[in-house]
């Protein structure tokens, strides 16, 4: 069910819990300002989740709110995990769900990294 993306941030959801440690995850990346792991239903043969530590619910929130600090810190670290699975080279796929229309399923903002083959058009037709 997509979130409603005008609720205000829940900490009990799903990457919270998974940022206290309190479920596991197979974390490929973490620094001061993300954490990235492998989602759990992959789409492609790297489909990998990052996401800010701080409490945002959705790329809407992160981008109106965040510091210069989390934002710069949150980008580098998207960038930094895709070279670091060597996806530059072959390319890859940037997707952040936003709310309703978006089919965003989790209320905290991720980024999901796909590669690792081509991907095809950009939404189902
Ligand atoms: P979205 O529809 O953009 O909100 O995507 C949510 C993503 O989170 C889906 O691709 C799920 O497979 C993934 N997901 C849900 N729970 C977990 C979990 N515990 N660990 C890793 N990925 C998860």
């Avoid at 759990?40 to 790297?46: E, F, K, L, M």
């Avoid at 790329?59 to 930094?80: L, N, P």
């Amino acid at each position: 069910m997509p979130i409603d993306a005008t609720l205000p941030y829940d900490d009990s959801n799903i990457f919270a819990r998974i940022l206290r440690g309190e479920i596991p995850a197979k974390t490929v990346y973490e620094d001061e300002h993300a954490f990235a792991f492998h989602d759990i239903q992959p789409q492609a043969p790297t489909h990998i989740l990052v996401i800010p530590r701080g409490p945002y619910a959705s790329w809407d929130d992160f981008s109106a709110k965040a510091s210069e600090a989390e934002i710069a810190g949150f980008v580098r670290a998207v960038g930094k995990v895709a070279r670091d699975h060597g996806l530059v080279e072959p390319g890859y796929r940037l997707l952040a769900n936003t709310g309703g229309h978006g089919g965003q399923e989790v209320p905290h903002l991720h980024v999901h990294l796909f590669g690792g083959k081509a991907l095809g058009p950009m939404l189902a037709r």
